[in-house]
């Protein structure tokens, strides 16, 4: 292997919706440096920090039918039974929720759970309490995907927090995609909920950590759950 190619498989990628904050740390390195030779340092700290966070390392995504894996980085905070949001138009039955929170320091680029249609993409203005809390789910502002195969529907939530400003989305409706394939990233720390088919039995724990498009959150095929718990009629 070449000294190029060793380079180039130890860094890590970093997202195109990262220049325009990488290029503005920069700048103002520079102006803080010329202002006063000490902040330069400061500012160089902080770029480096705003491209750690737009880091897009690729990710391997188990094949196994009925898996449904984490569509962000993060720690499981909330888990339990909970009506979806209205506008996804999941149904106002419970359904197995499991909320990954996202940390500043998480890598922020969100992968689908399981490969499908995309046959919903919901987005409601809200507030930016702290994301962690259960209340987020419903007042905080979010972006909502309907992900359906033959086999399931999956409702998949960005979810806005206190420091997160910017939710984007990268697909639309009708789109196919790929189990593990890049759909968006929240800018600045937030929170992803996955709404499972009712009777899902979570393969996670709260407070385990989670890594996008390969951490398996539930198996649909599970026989304890009945084999698939939910089939789209």
Request: net charge neutral; hydrophobic share 45%; charged share 20%.
């Amino acid at each position: 292997m070449s000294l190029a190619d060793s380079i180039s498989k130890t860094l890590v990628p970093i997202h195109k919706e990262g220049y325009p904050f990488i290029a503005i740390a920069a700048v103002l390195t520079i102006v803080l440096g010329w202002i006063w030779s000490p902040l330069f340092w400061i500012g160089l700290i902080l770029t480096g920090w705003v491209c750690y966070f737009f880091r897009d390392p690729p990710r391997v995504t188990p094949v196994v039918e009925g898996l449904v894996v984490s569509p962000a980085d993060g720690t499981v905070c909330l888990m339990g039974s909970a009506v979806p949001p209205r506008e996804l138009d999941l149904g106002d039955q419970p359904l197995m929720r499991i909320c990954i929170f996202m940390n500043v320091f998480n890598c922020h680029v969100n992968r689908a759970p399981i490969a499908g249609r995309i046959v919903r993409v919901a987005y409601k203005a809200g507030k930016f309490v702290n994301a962690e809390l259960d209340k987020a789910s419903e007042h905080n502002e979010r972006n909502g995907l309907i992900i359906e195969n033959d086999n399931a529907r999956i409702g998949v939530v960005q979810i806005a927090g206190l420091v997160a400003r910017r939710i984007v989305c990268f697909v639309k409706e009708g789109e196919n995609i790929s189990a593990g394939d890049r759909f968006g990233l929240i800018r600045f720390g937030s929170r992803l909920d996955v709404y499972l088919p009712q009777g899902t039995k979570p393969k996670v724990a709260l407070g385990q950590t989670m890594i996008a498009g390969e951490s398996v959150l539930a198996n649909l095929k599970d026989e304890e759950a009945g084999d698939i718990v939910a089939r789209v009629s």
